[in-house]
């Protein structure tokens, strides 16, 4: 039996009492030369949650206290909840006076106030969850905090730059200085050397003055600084790619199977540059497929514990920001010799399908390969193949895998995968680094052609990780948040829609489906992705709620994601990787995913506001066509359309009659001419406040006349779903990026 066992036995025994890492060693019969041994193993427990650590460094397990270690997730309010590695457990609710001084993604330890209830399982509906109150924050997520310098009378403080840190921090040592490098407003760094409590203001000192907010490149460079990303790699990792050259030699082909001459092809956006995986298909016999589904070899290259592997590991994904990409690999490997360019010889983990006619797999077989891309297409060239008859082999070969891929598509929905698919838009910048524009990027079948067999795989080698009993890490996705469900049902009554219980999968994915067309299909399709809980990585093969799928991993991705490059050595080098070490980095990796969601999205989002800044600065707001998604006490939640915002229509800007919200009804009513604004409806508007430390923009509504409330007739029972008349829109386009499934 490993320490890890011995520790934790001893700690689950009945007449066990907490001691310190000393006390345990002798318990456990060890001398003090295996201390230091221990110490490390007990260090490992507590990150991954399964022994917390007590106020006078004492050691327990956590069922025994009632703590629990997680990451904490922070909202705008000042609370939040706390997940932990264990994803079949539920998030622990934190209320803004209960988060002491912890921030976003902190690792805590949280004393939980009501008991949680038992893991969850698929079909049945959860009970409330558990709250509770941090205790102590066991490490920083972050050394740094991003914001714009101000002065009061007397003082300099930081307003952070992330909403979800609520505290000014204040610099005393910056106001002794004579005359200080940094002028007020500039974006600067800073670590917090000082926090006592909540009750206090937080105290720091300058580390860095990005520059002033209008220079080129500043507010980029402050997400950067603000999510500490890593902007170059170490000299040694460098020359470890470097050592290991730019083309395939025959030593690194020998025992691999030997696909060159298949009608490889790979499907990418235009601007991309790492490609990963690849596709061919041929009929079989008796309307039978082979599907290959080819994918980059990292592990070929990158070893377990070379500079490479650290390396990743600590970055643990690519982030895509507005104008640049920050990879998880160097270049030399994740733009080249990884990459599955087309007309070279690349090495290749793949999995060989063979489909019946209806998609429904016969047989799945695992390879190492070596292949040569045939030709490789963007979405928009794949697409045009698409829309005209075929010529040629590969074109046939794409109207094929196309229409299988469909096929697949409907199989899954009807299984009780979730169709939410919601638009995306591509800001693009001019040479000044300023909002050129908003391009809508569709989610056409080109997309759900490899979309569809890159989810096959993943599924695929998620069986044969269970199958063979290992450990893994598993792509995880829990059950919606029911209470925010019950709500979106009763939106949806107000709406004159039957929704069912949206609780139940399959009646969520019916109500979704039937809502296409719909004036308010992407009111409720963005209703329900805010019901949902973010997917994230586990030791636990819980299961994809979203997609329906009880066996799920990431493994198609590796030269941008670290999650893949751990599966492709469980299930092609036959891994046997330790389940503490697993959970750790399970917990490590989902940190490092959100926090490059939280990034991109920031970087994207800092452009669309500052030019909505500059139109107020110029005085010349544009006109935007937008959809009310949600109504409230404050006034009118709405989707810009033509750029991919949010923002805020306020119920006291609104002019041309006095409204009311009127919760029984959720819409906002006119006390003077009746008018109504409700979800679903089309207004025009123009951009009135942008709140550049918030991150939010308020819109005042052009020429608003919106049609009268009219009474709406009982749907019939079984009715397909009906909204008012008056309630008009454009039914939107799903969104084209591979998302984070």
């Not at 991309?272 to 990292?298: K, M, N, P, Q, Y």
């Not at 650290?310 to 920001?321: D, K």
């Not at 809980?533 to 066996?551: F, N, Q, V, W």
């Not at 991109?600 to 707001?621: G, N, V």
Request: with cysteine.
């Amino acid at each position: 039996m490993n320490l890890e066992n011995r520790l934790l036995r001893l700690l689950g025994r009945k007449q066990y009492v907490p001691a310190g890492a000393d006390d345990l060693t002798k318990k456990l019969g060890l001398g003090q030369a295996q201390a230091r041994e221990v110490r490390r193993e007990l260090r490992g427990l507590v990150q991954s949650g399964r022994v917390v650590p007590l106020p006078d460094k004492r050691f327990a397990l956590p069922v025994d206290e009632d703590l629990v270690a997680g990451r904490i997730l922070m909202n705008r309010r000042g609370g939040g909840r706390v997940v932990t590695t264990d994803a079949s457990q539920p998030a622990i609710d934190i209320s803004p006076n209960a988060a002491g001084t912890a921030m976003h993604n902190d690792r805590v330890l949280v004393r939980v106030d009501s008991a949680p209830p038992p893991a969850r399982r698929r079909g049945h509906r959860p009970p409330p969850g558990p709250s509770g109150k941090v205790v102590e924050v066991l490490e920083r997520a972050r050394t740094q905090v991003v914001g714009t310098l101000e002065k009061s009378r007397q003082l300099w403080y930081v307003v952070p730059g992330d909403p979800r840190i609520t505290h000014d921090i204040y610099l005393p040592k910056l106001g002794q200085a004579a005359k200080p490098k940094a002028k007020r407003g500039d974006r600067v760094v800073v670590e917090i050397t000082e926090w006592p409590s909540r009750h206090n203001a937080p105290e720091g000192r300058l580390l860095e003055v990005i520059g002033s907010p209008s220079a080129p490149g500043v507010d980029v460079e402050s997400v950067i600084r603000q999510y500490e990303l890593p902007t170059r790699f170490p000299d040694k990792v460098q020359a470890e790619a470097r050592r290991l050259g730019a083309k395939v030699t025959t030593a690194d082909g020998k025992g691999r199977r030997d696909c060159r001459k298949h009608c490889v092809v790979t499907i990418d956006p235009a601007d991309a540059r790492d490609f990963d995986d690849a596709i061919s298909l041929e009929r079989l016999e008796g309307r039978r497929w082979r599907l290959w589904v080819h994918i980059a070899d990292v592990s070929h290259y990158v070893t377990p514990g070379s500079a490479l592997d650290r390396e990743a590991r600590r970055r643990g994904n690519s982030t895509y920001l507005i104008d640049r990409v920050i990879p998880m690999l160097p270049e030399a490997l994740s733009n080249e010799l990884c990459s599955l360019k087309p007309g070279v010889d690349r090495l290749a983990r793949s999995v060989e399908f063979v489909l019946s006619d209806k998609g429904r797999v016969e047989q799945a077989k695992f390879h190492s390969t070596v292949i040569c891309s045939k030709r490789r297409f963007s979405y928009e060239e794949a697409m045009t193949i698409l829309e005209r008859p075929p010529s040629g082999d590969i074109e046939r070969m794409l109207h094929d895998a196309h229409r299988l891929a469909q096929k697949l598509r409907q199989a899954r929905f009807r299984a009780g995968a979730l169709d939410l698919d919601v638009p995306e838009h591509k800001v693009l910048l001019d040479a000044k680094g300023r909002l050129s524009e908003v391009r809508r990027v569709e989610n056409d079948v080109s997309h759900q052609l490899i979309e569809e067999f890159m989810l096959l795989a993943n599924e695929a080698v998620a069986k044969e990780i269970k199958r063979r009993r290992v450990k893994a890490i598993h792509r995880v996705h829990d059950e919606p948040d029911t209470e925010k469900l019950d709500n979106l049902r009763a939106q949806a009554a107000l709406m004159g829609l039957r929704a069912g219980n949206l609780s139940d999968q399959k009646q969520a994915g019916k109500f979704l489906a039937g809502l296409k067309g719909h004036p308010l299909a992407d009111v409720f399709r963005i209703g329900y992705l805010r019901c949902m809980k973010r997917a994230c990585y586990s030791t636990e093969p819980i299961g994809h709620y979203g997609l329906a799928k009880d066996d799920y991993v990431h493994f198609t991705s590796p030269i941008r994601r670290y999650a893949d490059l751990i599966v492709h050595r469980v299930v092609y080098q036959r891994a046997k990787l330790d389940a503490a070490a697993l959970a750790t980095a399970a917990d490590h990796i989902s940190l490092t995913e959100r926090n490059s969601a939280d990034a991109e999205l920031d970087s994207k989002l800092i452009k669309l506001l500052s030019h909505l800044r500059r139109q107020l600065d110029r005085k010349k707001p544009e006109t935007y066509t937008a959809m009310v998604t949600e109504v409230r006490n404050i006034g009118a939640m709405v989707d810009i359309t033509e750029l991919g915002l949010k923002g805020l229509v306020k119920r006291l800007s609104l002019s041309g009659d006095h409204y009311r919200f009127v919760p029984e009804r959720g819409r906002l009513v006119g006390r003077l001419r009746g008018n109504e604004i409700a979800p679903g409806d089309q207004l025009k508007v123009q951009i009135e406040n942008v709140d550049l430390h918030k991150k939010q923009a308020d819109f005042r509504v052009v020429n608003p006349q919106p049609a009268k409330g009219k009474k709406k007739s009982k749907p019939a029972r079984n009715a397909p779903p009906q909204t008012a008349p008056q309630r008009k829109g454009k039914p939107r386009q799903p969104n084209a990026r591979r998302r984070r499934r």
